[in-house]
């Protein structure tokens, strides 16, 4: 044997052409045997398979093989002889083969929505496809909240954010956008117009341009779409032209909040005002501003439906927001003319800058820009995120800098200044955290806490006192006023701006003032992360910075910015 070896050592030292040939040989074998038997468990699929025929029984026509998550994988190898379940809401109806044939499957657009509908036609657990509908910008099909994500767009993360609220319905569109409603306001449009893939997940579809792909929530909780996600807004006093204001009246003998509720959200207006057993419905406008909110005790007279709630009286009505979405401030677009000037939106990091954009965005109609790039705020829709700053094409710049030349390069800024408590503890999260994410424990408790003190709460007042030095028009907002009193600072803003300002768009914005930007709040600190010698230094800031906004004859900095 050992001469056998010797032999053939020799053989191949001389030939070693032939050694790795036969080597490659030996490995190719190999995997075609380990492909072999990773695929012989798989039925094939001709082309006669696909059709009516394809699932178990008669007349069921083929719902095609959506992907299965990671979770899933191991499940199915167990049960081949059962209907796989595909994610959390779909589950198939037909026993059906985990792969199809390639060739020709989705060559054409009518293949590519063919496969996005996959597994959705029949009745799912929670959710059932029901077509393609046409959409409008201007008036929309679905028409409670919606949202955007040009990166991790998914089907599932669209339902399960509208069943959340209560929604009977589900659309996406663009393969990024998703939109809840309580009724669909539109006609159907053809499949195939419903083309675009998921940005999320390649192997389902997204709508398309102006089309949504409709979902109707089976199991979307009646607790919550009654009532559950109604904001209560307070008592106001009766407006004088209670028929225009609030234009849907319902007389309702049996009254209850969720009643009233229900019925302004079935008639898609955004306040439900109970007036004892009057439920109006109606949109804040000039006529009802909802700005002069009256005692409560004047709203609570007792509902006829519900002993333990109020229901107003005829002169003081009882106010909720609905889950219907006020449309009226929610287009945006990029400027028709370039820019006669640069305005920046300058402020600390943490400071509400981002916050601050959507409110622009939202009462001027026009996209913001930035100073940098983003790819996170460009994929939830702040579009003039891509756009370089100087482009004239977006209503005010993003800019965190504050050194003389970067200062002087804009015409005019409006500074965002924020308690530098709070906005030290905001960037902090969103270094660590993302933008609307937190910081780990183990951040705060380590070192990288004291040292992002130590070099960031200097910039909070160097930021300041250079715009003040260097900017050529400057327009101080405090991040409080503006929480406090959002419609009289945001009109000083977009009046900078140069826009006219609706009063009702600006109406509008109130009721969506948040957008996607707002920490929940669920994980505070349950202590407080800062030093008496942080406490120290940073009161020694603020009161240089309240001292140079008097020398400017501005208003000082609020109360609430000195240590607690």
Not at 110 to 129: I, T
Not at 135 to 151: E, M
Not at 373 to 393: I, V
């Amino acid at each position: 044997m050992a001469k056998l070896l010797v032999k053939l050592q020799r053989y191949f030292r001389r030939k070693p052409v032939r050694f790795f040939t036969l080597l490659a040989l030996y490995l190719a074998a190999g995997s075609l045997v380990f492909l072999h038997s990773g695929f012989s468990r798989e039925p094939t699929v001709t082309g006669g398979q696909r059709g009516h025929g394809a699932g178990e029984g008669p007349g069921l026509p083929y719902l095609g093989v959506m992907q299965l998550s990671r979770g899933f994988k191991a499940a199915a190898a167990t049960m081949p002889e059962r209907g796989r379940r595909h994610g959390p809401w779909f589950k198939s109806t037909s026993k059906e083969p985990a792969e199809r044939s390639k060739a020709g499957d989705y060559g054409s657009t009518r293949s590519r929505a063919l496969r996005g509908r996959s597994g959705r036609e029949k009745e799912e657990d929670r959710a059932r496809y029901i077509g393609c509908y046409v959409d409008n910008t201007r008036q929309r099909t679905l028409r409670g909240v919606s949202f955007l994500d040009y990166k991790k767009m998914t089907v599932f993360r669209c339902q399960d954010n509208c069943a959340e609220r209560g929604y009977l319905y589900a659309g996406l569109e663009f393969g990024a956008e998703c939109y809840c409603g309580h009724k669909i306001q539109a006609s159907n449009a053809s499949e195939t117009e419903c083309n675009m893939l998921c940005k999320g997940e390649r192997s389902n579809i997204c709508g398309g341009v102006n089309r949504l792909s409709v979902y109707r929530l089976e199991l979307a909780q009646e607790s919550a779409r009654r009532y559950g996600s109604a904001i209560f807004r307070g008592c106001f006093h009766r407006p004088d032209n209670i028929s225009i204001a609030l234009p849907v009246s319902q007389l309702m003998l049996n009254m209850s909040v969720d009643k009233c509720v229900d019925f302004c959200t079935e008639k898609e207006y955004p306040l439900s005002a109970l007036a004892g057993t009057s439920c109006r419905c109606g949109f804040p406008t000039t006529l009802f501003t909802l700005h002069e909110r009256e005692d409560e005790q004047l709203c609570a007279q007792k509902c006829a439906g519900e002993e333990f709630e109020s229901c107003g009286t005829p002169e003081y009505l009882l106010v909720y927001q609905t889950q219907v979405q006020d449309n009226r401030c929610m287009d945006r677009r990029f400027l028709p003319t370039r820019a006669k000037q640069l305005v920046a939106l300058a402020s600390f990091p943490g400071a509400g800058n981002t916050w601050a954009r959507h409110l622009i965005e939202l009462a001027t109609g026009f996209y913001t820009g930035s100073y940098y790039f983003d790819g996170s705020l460009y994929n939830k829709g702040f579009k003039g995120e891509r756009d370089h700053w100087r482009s004239g094409r977006t209503i005010c710049i993003k800019t965190h800098e504050s050194g003389q030349k970067e200062i002087e390069s804009f015409d005019s800024a409006i500074l965002l200044i924020r308690n530098p408590y709070k906005a030290l503890m905001a960037e902090f999260n969103r270094k660590y955290g993302g933008h609307i994410g937190f910081a780990a424990h183990a951040h705060w408790k380590g070192k990288e806490w004291p040292e992002f003190v130590a070099n960031y709460a200097p910039w909070w007042a160097t930021h300041t006192l250079d715009w003040l030095r260097y900017g050529k028009k400057v327009l101080v907002v405090h991040f409080e006023d503006l929480k406090r009193d959002l419609f009289g600072q945001l009109q000083r803003m977009v009046g900078l701006l140069g826009i006219a300002a609706c009063q009702d768009r600006l109406l509008c914005v109130e009721g969506q003032k948040d957008g996607n930007f707002k920490r929940s709040g669920l994980r505070k600190l349950e202590y407080d992360p800062y030093t008496p010698e942080m406490r120290k230094m940073i009161s020694g800031y603020i009161k240089t910075v309240d001292t140079a906004l008097k020398l400017r004859n501005l208003s000082g900095v609020p109360d609430d910015y000195y240590p607690r």
